[in-house]
């Protein structure tokens, strides 16, 4: 079985910063990748930004600039810092993460349950 925890999320003034982590758990053997994905009400869930294993990134547009996709691979934890943020940047935060499970031969993809970050005054 296994886990992704999400943490850091919550209120800030446009402008401000927060740090999310994820931080997975269980039988895990290796992982692939890394991402964060965001949903707004009434949208669908967009990429945010990923890191592989070899940390090559990617960052949706919207956000360059902005956040930075960090990763401790031998803690299994994923971070992302937002800075200069706006309110159309409130949303659902999910962890995603690629992974091979120990015992197993196919990599599979695990989310977190979310974390809100609100952008407001």
């Known amino acids: 079985q296994v886990q992704l925890v999400e943490s850091g999320g919550g209120l800030v003034q446009p402008g401000g910063s927060l740090r999310l982590s994820c931080a997975a758990s269980?039988?895990?053997?290796?992982?692939?990748?890394m991402g964060w994905y965001r949903q707004a009400p009434g949208k669908q869930r967009e990429l945010v930004a990923t890191?592989?294993?070899?940390?090559?990134?990617t960052h949706a547009d919207s956000v360059k600039g902005r956040f930075t996709i960090s990763s401790d691979y031998a803690k299994n934890t994923v971070y992302l810092q937002m800075n200069s943020l706006k309110p159309e940047d409130t949303a659902v935060y999910y962890c995603?993460?690629?992974?091979?499970?120990?015992?197993?031969?196919?990599?599979?993809?695990?989310w977190g349950q979310g974390t809100q970050v609100t952008v407001s005054s």
């Open positions: 890191i592989t294993s070899r940390l090559r990134t």
């Open positions: 269980g039988s895990i053997l290796s992982i692939n990748a």
């Open positions: 995603n993460a690629n992974l091979l499970q120990t015992g197993s031969s196919i990599a599979s993809t695990y």
